[in-house]
Each structure stands twice: as structure tokens, then as C-alpha cells.
């Protein structure tokens, strides 16, 4: 077990800020994910918190003792990466108890350990076969069987299932889950895909520009966000943002002077903000297609483009200026035509600072 403490975190390299001021704490047996656009620092923090790249600056703590200093091989972490780092020509067996014979483990232990980690992820009929032989989901868990033989306190995770097919990838994800329940093991996971980051994670970290946008269990920052960049990137289809103006009159208009009705509490709340622009967040799903109002106080008149269903869902998209939004459609309500209105529910409705993408 081991709880895990990043403080005022730094890795420069030259004038790329890779890693920028990151404070961050990991519980025992947590399962945190990094998650974040290409380029955000994810994988550098993770090789910090591994030691493989040594940090500009600030502190790194396993149960409250720094590490900076201690080499990877001494922290007792274990590694995944998107590409199994396994030797093709040996077999199943001999890839996973490689790290137990460069520890000079005895043989009658290597065996117990064997089999416990082979039942543990399933492959216990693979042990003589050559990895060379095996599909690359199965390669995957060898690699995940080798690094977690050793039993570590800490379990990194590098986009593991990247570059599996989407079929394994999902069998994968659940399988991850069931055994870093069975493992305690703190476990630290590197993705850029959201949906995998919804499953898996006891808390999710957002990453963008080397620094923590904000952090939460997943249900919060897809029903809270707490910054726009969250709920633009968790979520498929992402948050509708609408860049909005409350005006003198009380009425609140969106930049392209749509006019938004609101409650009368939110457009005082509108005003109350003193800015000349706010944004107004809500997701698809809480956004409403209806072709006529039946004493909706919520509600924005649209025209619709077109509609389209993703995952069973039907959406109906519509412009505001030139920025595309998407609604949902009711199954099995005939539209009959695509000029009405959405209807929202203010409990759903977020307001965001328009500069630092912050929550009102
Ligand atoms: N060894 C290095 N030398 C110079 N720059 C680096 C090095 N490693 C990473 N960087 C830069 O640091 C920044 C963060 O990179 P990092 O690999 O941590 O991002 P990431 O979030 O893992 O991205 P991806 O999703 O593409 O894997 C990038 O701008 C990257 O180009
Ligand atoms: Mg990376």
C-alpha cells in the first residue's frame, strides 16, 4: 500500500513546461487516471512519479518519505506501457518470472507466484505458449502479469490499451478494474480517452499544459464540472457551451442575439454575475427538443439541422451563430417538422467565466 503525494511538481524540459506546478494527492489503493489532450504532461508525470525522469523541481512522496532521489528500481513500482516491452521469443511463463529471477527469488516461490498471477488474469493455459504466437490483448496481460508478479505498492499505467483493438479494449477495461480491486494497489493510469477514464477511475485528474485543471470522481465532473475544459472533454457528446449577454431590458441573448429565456431567479442570477459576457453550460442530455411550448419557463428558440443517434440516442443539432449544439430528441416523438424549441431545467444549467473558463 502506499499513498502517493506530488508537491509543487516541475519537469521543464528547456522552455517546454511538461509538468507545471502539479500538487497532487493519491490515497492508498486509489485508482486515479490522467486524463488530458495529447501533450499535457500525463506520461512525464508519470515517469516523475516512477523516477525515470528526475524533476526540476518540488516533491514527490511515498508514505510521506521524498523520493526524488530514489531510483526507479527502489520506489517498488511497476510500469505498463502502450506497447508491451516483452521478449517475443520466449513464453508466457518466462516473460512473467523474469523479474522474480533477476531478484533471485527461490523457485518454489516463483512458482506459487506464477500461479497466482496467471489465475489472477486469466492466462494460466498460455504459460507455455510464445508470446510471438499470442493476440495482442493477451500480450497485454502478460505484461500486466509481469509487472504486477513482484506484488508493487504502486501500478503505473501508460495508455495500456491504446493500441488494442476496440473489442479488447472494452474486455480489457473491465478487467483492469476487477483486478486492481483484487490487487490494493495504488494505481496510477495514463489516458486520453475519456471513456476509459469514466470506467475505470476512482477520481479522475484533468490534465491541459503541463498543470491540473481540476480533479473529482468521474459522476462529479460530468454533472459538475468545475471548468469548462472538463466538461468540453469528459462526456461524448461533450457540454454545449453559449456564449451569452445579459442585457438591460433583463433579457439574457446569446452573442448572435438569440434571445434565451430564462427563469426570473436566473436572470437576476445572470445579471448579479457584472459581466458583459458569461457562458452558459448544459449537457445535450439535459437540453430538450420540443416543436411547441406548454409553459416552459426555460427555453431557447432553435432551428434544427438535422438529427443523428449516437449509441442508441437521438440527437438534434443546431447552430447558434457558427457554433454547432446538439439536443436530445425524444425516441418515438414525432417532431413533424425542425423549428421549435429546447427546453432546459435550470438545475442543470452551469455559468462559466468567459476568460478563465472557471465556474461562476
Ligand atoms: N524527453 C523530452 N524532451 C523534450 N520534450 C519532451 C520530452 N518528453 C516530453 N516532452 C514534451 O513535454 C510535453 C508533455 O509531454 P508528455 O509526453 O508528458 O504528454 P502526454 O500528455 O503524455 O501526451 P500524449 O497523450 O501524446 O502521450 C510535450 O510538449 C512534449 O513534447
Ligand atoms: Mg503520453
Known amino acids: 500500500m502506499a499513498h502517493i503525494k506530488l508537491e509543487n511538481l516541475k519537469k521543464y524540459y528547456g522552455k517546454v513546461k511538461a509538468v507545471d506546478d502539479v500538487n497532487l494527492d493519491i490515497k492508498d489503493n486509489e485508482f486515479v487516471v490522467f486524463l ?10 508519470l515517469r516523475c512519479i516512477a523516477g525515470l525522469e528526475p524533476v526540476t523541481d518540488g516533491s514527490i512522496y511515498f508514505n510521506k518519505k521524498n523520493v526524488n532521489r530514489l531510483e526507479p528500481a527502489d520506489r517498488n513500482i511497476a510500469m505498463v ?7 517475443p521469443h520466449l513464453n508466457v511463463q518466462k516473460n512473467i518470472i523474469f523479474p522474480l529471477k533477476a531478484e533471485k527469488m527461490p523457485m518454489s516461490e516463483i512458482k506459487k507466484k506464477v500461479k497466482w498471477v496467471s489465475e489472477l488474469l486469466k492466462i494460466d493455459t498460455l504459460l507455455g505458449r510464445k508470446i510471438s504466437e499470442l493476440p495482442d490483448g493477451d500480450k497485454q496481460k502478460v505484461a500486466l502479469a509481469r509487472a504486477i508478479v513482484r506484488t508493487p505498492e504502486v501500478l503505473l499505467l501508460d495508455e495500456p490499451l491504446s493500441a488494442l483493438d476496440e473489442k479488447f479494449r472494452e474486455q480489457m477495461r473491465i478487467e ?44 462529479k465532473l460530468y454533472e459538475e464540472p468545475e471548468n469548462l475544459f472538463t466538461g468540453y472533454f469528459i462526456g461524448s457528446p461533450g457540454m454545449n457551451f453559449i456564449t451569452c449577454c445579459p442585457r438591460e431590458d433583463v433579457s439574457v441573448k446569446t452573442e448572435t442575439n438569440e434571445e434565451i429565456h430564462f427563469s426570473k431567479s436566473f436572470q437576476s442570477k445572470a445579471r448579479e454575475l457584472k ?32 438529427m443523428e443517434r449516437i449509441q442508441q440516442i437521438s440527437y ?3 447552430y447558434l451563430g457558427d457554433n454547432l449544439y446538439k439536443c436530445m430528441m425524444r425516441d418515438g416523438e414525432d417532431t413533424g417538422g425542425n423549428e421549435g424549441f429546447v427546453i432546459f431545467d435550470d438545475e442543470k444549467i452551469r455559468f462559466y467565466h468567459p476568460e478563465s473558463g472557471e465556474i461562476l
Open 36 to 45: 488530458g489532450p495529447s501533450g499535457c504532461g500525463k506520461t512525464t508525470t
Open 81 to 87: 506501457f502502450q506497447f508491451y516491452a516483452l521478449y
Open 176 to 219: 483492469f478494474l476487477r483486478i486492481q480491486k483484487a490487487l490494493n494497489v495504488t494505481t496510477v493510469y495514463v489516458t486520453h480517452d475519456q471513456r476509459e477514464a469514466m470506467t475505470l477511475a476512482d477520481r479522475i485528474v484533468v490534465m491541459k499544459d503541463g498543470k491540473i485543471i481540476e480533479s473529482g470522481a468521474p459522476e
Open 275 to 306: 459581466l458583459d459576457t458569461f457562458i452558459f453550460g448544459i449537457r445535450p442530455e439535459y437540453l430538450y427538443f420540443k416543436e411547441k411550448l406548454n409553459g416552459e419557463v426555460n427555453y431557447l428558440r432553435v432551428k434544427l439541422l438535422n
Open 316 to 318: 438534434g443539432n443546431f
